[in-house]
């Protein structure tokens, strides 16, 4: 299965600055996603990151808030913009599996926003 | 819109205790996975079902998939206190994960 290095593992970030998440791929995939995970809660899926066009968000997310780049098969950063304290919450990271392989996670990126 | 609905959402069992994690979904689907996730950490994949009837063990933990009921089990056998941590199932709608939201269980002496 994929590993997947992300960074940072944690920030401690003013209200009103963004922060800038990235996820490197130890192999080419097609597809990227993105998740957020709200204190004490379950994850949350923010949007689907494809090489090489857009990428496409849930409903109550939007690409002003949580832009996402992915300009290769094996990198993506998805960035919190204007964050206010609402944003503090583990957002992760997470490719596809294959076959028997489970869908593998980023270590998560712990954000509190002050 | 596709629901994954785990219950218990709470579960402290004392070590030694066999339990169940019921894990229902609302749509068709043939894959269903299951992680787990201790404090301030990321998930581990536990089980992958990949069809109906498909079951699969690993140490005191038996996972099974109904696809008709739209139902997985999560059997915890013989609990100790290292399997303390949150358990997630999680079904593929489009490509990406859909998770329940999770069973946070004990063990207690």
């Known amino acids: 299965s994929a590993v997947i290095s992300q960074k940072p593992s944690r920030d401690i970030c003013q209200r009103g600055t963004s922060l800038t998440i990235q996820c490197q791929v130890d192999?080419?995939?097609?597809?990227m996603f993105w998740y957020r995970q709200q204190p004490g809660q379950s994850l949350t899926l923010i949007a689907t990151a494809n090489q090489g066009s857009e990428a496409t968000y849930e409903s109550g997310f939007v690409i002003d808030k949580f832009p996402i780049s992915r300009p290769n098969l094996t990198f993506s950063t998805l960035t919190v913009s204007n964050m206010s304290p609402e944003d503090s919450s583990i957002y992760l990271c997470s490719v596809p599996g294959v076959g028997n392989y489970g869908y593998t996670f980023g270590s998560g990126t712990r954000l509190t926003v002050v | 819109e596709l629901k994954v609905e785990q219950n218990p959402l709470f579960l402290s069992m004392q070590e030694g205790k066999n339990y169940t994690i019921y894990c229902n979904y609302s749509t068709t689907s043939d894959r269903l996975y299951w992680y787990r996730q201790d404090p301030g950490k990321s998930l581990e994949s536990l089980f992958v079902?990949?069809?109906?009837?498909a079951v699969k063990q690993e140490g005191r933990l038996m996972a099974s998939l109904d696809t008709k009921a739209r139902l997985s089990t999560l059997h915890i056998t013989a609990a100790v206190h290292d399997l303390s941590a949150t358990y997630f199932c999680a079904v593929v709608m489009g490509y990406a994960l859909n998770f329940g939201k999770g069973t946070s269980l004990l063990v207690t002496p």
């Open positions: 192999s080419q995939v097609t597809m």
């Open positions: 079902l990949l069809s109906n009837g």
